[in-house]
């Protein structure tokens, strides 16, 4: 005899599965927007995992015991939790006043030599305890749950030295026992030179292959990082590190084209890389090119807030990318600088806006594709038997208004690994 559910959503007014793609791929091209609808479903769990999904016309009532919580989410669409794939979790301070002076006219460039920017929010978390970088990763996390984010990805890269940057990673890691979004740690410390570092980036870069790498265990730490940019690191630099970071077992992943085309997406496909992030200056032929060296398995993660929130007209042309059978997923890119909204929903909703996706696209992006980025296909990002019972309830009946409702979160309820959080 089967076990009763333990968890049951039923009448839901659309179940988006996010099934019935390539089951060893992320979506791309039309596939992205193929995937299953069901309208009038529902959705069963049985402890930490979907037990079974289809229309009310299916549900086996055999399986309703006395102890099976029953949620009637009429009206309401059901999908999975969101996956948020990139973000700079753990930092200190914010850097609210230097938001103000660029608002008041000053340039970056300005800010940075008066020793702002990223060297600002360095020095904030160089100088704060353990606990103070926990709790504020804790208050980040619980509002990203809060939008519905039920497994996310965070990467050091505000220490720029070794003990720094371990401390990070360690803090990211308690945050993600402490409380039920899963936390998936990438090690970013070539995010920019250090400033001990100034002007000797492969210096750097040599410090972080000696001091760090040999300290980090890859099931632990799965991604290795790199912000291959002028100003960062070249791509030649970039393509030594990534290498050795492969050599240790490391799954690849790297900022790039952010603002120029230097090859570093195609760089980093051809070693394997699992995701390239940003991707506003690739180009569609470079898309092509990317989606060919990746056999289809690099996702490109495009980040829509980034150019909103720097005034900057160039996004990522996500049509295009999309047309050349690249896969994409989108992500906040949450940080201190450049992004610090946990809206996953309005990076969605710009998305549709500002790179052409349409909104089933822009759903899979969030979801299933995010998932793929951050080696978690198997875990989530789908409504489908034997992966964890993370999904969501939504306070609309149609996923076309989710894209529509601007800046609103439609979040009403949601469950991790089966567990309804109040
Ligand atoms: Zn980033």
Known sequence: MPQPYSLLFCHAAQVLTLAG??????????????????????????GEAIAAVGPMSELDAGRIGPDTRIVD????????????????LVFGGNRADEFQRKLQGESYLDILAAGGGILSTVRKTRAASDEELLQSALHHLEGFRRYGVTTLEAKSGYGLDAATELRL?????????????????TFLGAHVPGPEYKGRPA???????????????????????IFCEEGAFSVDDSRRYLQRARELGFGLKIHAEQLHELGGCQMAAELGAISVDHCDYLSAEGAAQVAAAGQGRTVAVLLPLVPLYLRQEKYAPGRQFIEAGLPVALSTDFNPGSC????????????????????????????????????????????????????????????????????????????IGGQLEE
Request: net charge negative.
């Open 340 to 415: 610090p909204s946990k809206n996953l929903w309005l990076a969605l909703q710009v998305a549709c806006l500002k790179m052409g996706l349409t909104p089933r696209e822009a759903l899979a992006a969030v979801t299933l594709n995010a998932a793929w980025a951050i080696g978690q296909q198997a875990n989530c990002g789908s409504l489908e038997p034997g992966k964890r019972a993370d999904l969501l309830v939504l306070s609309v009946p149609d996923y076309r208004e989710l894209p529509y409702w601007l800046g609103e979160n439609p979040v009403a309820q949601v469950v």
């Open 73 to 88: 989410v009429s009206g309401r669409v059901l999908m999975p939790g969101l996956v948020e794939c990139h973000t700079h």
């Open 169 to 185: 990673l360690q803090v990211a890691q308690e945050a993600g026992r402490r409380q039920p979004v899963r936390v998936v740690s």
């Open 21 to 46: 793609g390539p089951p060893d791929k992320p979506l791309a091209g039309t596939d992205l927007a193929d995937w299953r609808i069901i309208e009038h479903g529902y959705v069963a769990c049985q």
């Open 203 to 225: 210096d750097y870069l040599d410090m972080l292959l000696a001091e760090v790498l040999p300290e980090l265990n890859p099931t632990e730490v799965p991604f290795v990082d």
